[in-house]
Protein backbone atom coordinates (compact mmCIF):
# COMPACT_ATOMS: atom_id res chain seq x y z
CA UNK A 1 0.00 0.00 0.00
CA UNK A 2 1.10 3.28 -1.12
CA UNK A 3 1.67 6.12 1.37
CA UNK A 4 -1.44 8.22 -0.44
CA UNK A 5 -3.22 5.22 0.26
CA UNK A 6 -5.97 5.07 3.44
CA UNK A 7 -6.22 1.40 4.91
CA UNK A 8 -9.17 0.80 6.85
CA UNK A 9 -7.63 -2.74 7.54
CA UNK A 10 -7.11 -2.28 11.19
CA UNK A 11 -11.02 -1.54 11.80
CA UNK A 12 -12.55 -4.57 12.67
CA UNK A 13 -15.84 -3.29 12.73
CA UNK A 14 -15.51 -1.63 9.21
CA UNK A 15 -13.58 -5.01 8.01
CA UNK A 16 -17.06 -6.63 9.10
CA UNK A 17 -19.08 -4.30 7.46
CA UNK A 18 -17.04 -4.59 4.05
CA UNK A 19 -17.09 -8.63 4.15
CA UNK A 20 -20.64 -8.58 4.67
CA UNK A 21 -21.53 -6.13 1.88
CA UNK A 22 -19.03 -7.86 -0.26
CA UNK A 23 -20.68 -11.23 0.51
CA UNK A 24 -24.08 -10.12 -0.56
CA UNK A 25 -22.88 -8.80 -3.40
CA UNK A 26 -21.13 -11.96 -4.36
CA UNK A 27 -24.26 -13.48 -3.88
CA UNK A 28 -26.02 -11.34 -5.84
CA UNK A 29 -23.50 -11.70 -8.87
CA UNK A 30 -23.56 -15.50 -8.00
CA UNK A 31 -27.58 -15.40 -8.74
CA UNK A 32 -27.28 -13.42 -11.82
CA UNK A 33 -24.67 -15.88 -13.34
CA UNK A 34 -26.74 -18.88 -12.35
CA UNK A 35 -29.63 -17.15 -15.23
CA UNK A 36 -27.30 -16.18 -17.51
CA UNK A 37 -26.65 -18.15 -21.23
CA UNK A 38 -23.74 -19.57 -22.35
CA UNK A 39 -23.59 -15.64 -23.76
CA UNK A 40 -25.00 -12.17 -23.29
CA UNK A 41 -25.15 -9.49 -24.86
CA UNK A 42 -22.77 -6.81 -23.12
CA UNK A 43 -25.30 -4.60 -22.82
CA UNK A 44 -27.95 -6.49 -20.83
CA UNK A 45 -28.95 -5.32 -17.73
CA UNK A 46 -27.57 -8.31 -16.43
CA UNK A 47 -24.06 -7.53 -17.44
CA UNK A 48 -24.69 -3.47 -16.53
CA UNK A 49 -25.36 -4.98 -12.94
CA UNK A 50 -22.05 -7.47 -12.69
CA UNK A 51 -19.95 -4.46 -13.65
CA UNK A 52 -21.78 -1.90 -11.10
CA UNK A 53 -20.88 -4.73 -8.58
CA UNK A 54 -17.32 -5.54 -9.18
CA UNK A 55 -16.47 -1.80 -9.89
CA UNK A 56 -17.56 -1.32 -6.13
CA UNK A 57 -15.85 -4.66 -5.30
CA UNK A 58 -12.47 -3.16 -7.09
CA UNK A 59 -12.57 0.18 -5.36
CA UNK A 60 -12.84 -1.08 -1.77
CA UNK A 61 -10.78 -4.01 -1.86
CA UNK A 62 -7.06 -2.60 -1.34
CA UNK A 63 -8.96 -0.13 1.78
CA UNK A 64 -9.44 -3.61 3.76
CA UNK A 65 -6.54 -5.42 2.54
CA UNK A 66 -8.42 -7.16 -0.23
CA UNK A 67 -6.15 -6.14 -2.88
CA UNK A 68 -6.72 -9.85 -4.63
CA UNK A 69 -10.47 -8.53 -4.30
CA UNK A 70 -9.36 -5.66 -5.91
CA UNK A 71 -7.38 -7.60 -8.81
CA UNK A 72 -10.11 -9.95 -9.50
CA UNK A 73 -12.78 -7.10 -9.44
CA UNK A 74 -10.37 -5.06 -11.77
CA UNK A 75 -9.95 -7.79 -14.19
CA UNK A 76 -13.91 -8.59 -14.41
CA UNK A 77 -14.60 -5.02 -14.77
CA UNK A 78 -11.81 -4.40 -17.61
CA UNK A 79 -13.30 -7.51 -19.25
CA UNK A 80 -17.05 -6.15 -19.78
CA UNK A 81 -15.38 -3.00 -20.58
CA UNK A 82 -13.47 -4.01 -22.95
CA UNK A 83 -15.95 -6.54 -24.11
CA UNK A 84 -17.00 -6.45 -28.30
CA UNK A 85 -19.00 -9.09 -28.61
CA UNK A 86 -21.07 -11.12 -25.93
CA UNK A 87 -20.42 -11.84 -22.21
CA UNK A 88 -19.39 -14.85 -21.19
CA UNK A 89 -20.90 -16.72 -18.71
CA UNK A 90 -17.80 -19.18 -18.16
CA UNK A 91 -15.53 -16.17 -17.88
CA UNK A 92 -17.67 -14.12 -14.99
CA UNK A 93 -18.63 -17.53 -13.16
CA UNK A 94 -15.03 -17.87 -13.06
CA UNK A 95 -14.24 -13.99 -11.55
CA UNK A 96 -17.69 -14.53 -8.81
CA UNK A 97 -16.02 -17.81 -7.47
CA UNK A 98 -12.84 -16.63 -6.98
CA UNK A 99 -14.08 -13.47 -5.10
CA UNK A 100 -16.65 -16.29 -3.14
CA UNK A 101 -13.05 -18.61 -2.26
CA UNK A 102 -11.29 -15.11 -1.42
CA UNK A 103 -14.35 -14.43 0.96
CA UNK A 104 -14.91 -18.17 2.49
CA UNK A 105 -10.78 -18.22 3.37
CA UNK A 106 -11.10 -14.62 3.89
CA UNK A 107 -7.96 -14.05 1.90
CA UNK A 108 -6.07 -10.96 2.62
CA UNK A 109 -3.51 -9.24 0.59
CA UNK A 110 -2.51 -10.38 -2.74
CA UNK A 111 -2.82 -14.48 -1.82
CA UNK A 112 0.91 -14.27 -3.07
CA UNK A 113 1.68 -17.53 -4.95
CA UNK A 114 -1.86 -18.55 -4.98
CA UNK A 115 -3.24 -15.22 -5.69
CA UNK A 116 -0.65 -14.85 -8.92
CA UNK A 117 -1.98 -18.31 -9.79
CA UNK A 118 -5.64 -17.01 -9.62
CA UNK A 119 -4.96 -14.28 -11.68
CA UNK A 120 -2.70 -15.71 -14.33
CA UNK A 121 -5.67 -18.64 -14.48
CA UNK A 122 -8.70 -15.82 -15.08
CA UNK A 123 -6.52 -14.30 -18.07
CA UNK A 124 -6.27 -17.77 -19.43
CA UNK A 125 -9.94 -17.99 -19.56
CA UNK A 126 -10.58 -14.57 -20.41
CA UNK A 127 -8.65 -15.41 -23.48
CA UNK A 128 -9.30 -18.38 -24.23
CA UNK A 129 -13.21 -17.00 -24.53
CA UNK A 130 -12.25 -14.43 -26.51
Given amino acids: MTDDQFSYA ?7 QFLEWTGNA ?3 MREIVDGLPEHESRESDASSRLYDLSHNI ?6 FDYQLMTAIGTSLCVYIKKLEGELSR ?3 DAHVRAFEVILANKIKGDG ?3 GAALE ?3 SAIIAEES
Fill in 112 to 114: GEK
Fill in 90 to 92: RVV
Fill in 26 to 28: VVE
Fill in 10 to 16: NDEELVG
Fill in 120 to 122: SRL
Fill in 58 to 63: KGMGSS
